[in-house]
């Protein structure tokens, strides 16, 4: 149980168009799930928190217009990067919040995307 | 201040060795705390939670210093498999999760 699964896995595009990447809890739901962006050798760094059913909270730093979050239901969060430039490139990892008993707050990660724009 | 500080590395060892990772936080209102451990280009896993009592799994021992806000994971009889980065983990807040940048542990025959 509490498995998580990102689409696509690994996707390249050209600068300036948009990608959106999937985060799906499969067994469980999820009403809150974290979108997390990881540079090579770096930390991950939380990007966003994502609730069900209202807009996401973001970070500091990271602009809510560039990086849009849907939660459209309780088993799937959506992260649109829009306008890609080659800095944005990097491994986007996602996280739900565990829903069941004894593991609701665990957070379960998605297997990562990632995004390289040319 | 970075919310959590690691020693990146790298720690080279031999295998059936016994290594260490140490890790600091600043915020003192942490609630919880983990090991994950990542694999290249993989997503993090949940190796161990941290308790203030220390806790011990098979080979791996975690423990915590909250006075010190002070993390630790002991390794002993290292394996080539255990070749991956160790990401110390904090919880402050509403669950938000802060990674340390991880120390990278190569196990060598």
């Known amino acids: 149980g509490a498995v998580v699964s990102q689409h696509p896995s690994w996707v390249i595009c050209k600068s300036g168009t948009s990608v959106k990447i999937e985060c799906r809890s499969l067994?469980?739901?999820?009403?809150?799930m974290f979108w997390y962006r990881q540079f090579p050798k770096q930390s991950l760094m939380l990007m966003a928190t994502s609730n069900e059913g209202s807009k996401a909270t973001y970070e500091q730093g990271v602009e809510k217009d560039k990086f849009l979050i849907n939660h459209a239901s309780l088993t799937l969060s959506t992260l649109t990067v829009t306008s890609a430039h080659p800095e944005d490139s990097s491994f986007y990892i996602c996280?739900?919040?565990?829903?069941?008993?004894?593991?609701?707050?665990?957070?379960?990660f998605g297997p990562g995307t990632r995004l390289t724009v040319l | 201040r970075k919310e959590v500080e690691q020693d990146p590395g790298p720690f080279n060892v031999p295998e059936g060795a016994t290594v260490a990772f140490n890790c600091t936080y600043s915020n003192s209102a942490s609630q919880s705390f983990f090991w994950y451990r990542q694999d290249c280009r993989k997503e993090p896993k949940l190796l161990m939670s941290v308790y203030s009592s220390g806790n011990e799994d098979g080979r791996f021992t975690a423990q915590l210093n909250r006075a010190s806000q002070y993390i630790s994971l002991l390794i002993r009889d290292s394996k080539l498999s255990d070749s991956a980065t160790y990401l110390c983990?904090?919880?402050?807040?509403?669950?938000?999760?802060?990674f340390g940048t991880g120390t990278r542990l190569t196990v060598i025959p």
């Open positions: 067994d469980f739901q999820a009403t809150t």
């Open positions: 996280s739900a919040l565990g829903g069941t008993s004894g593991r609701y707050n665990e957070q379960f």
């Open positions: 983990v904090v919880r402050s807040g509403a669950n938000n999760l802060f």
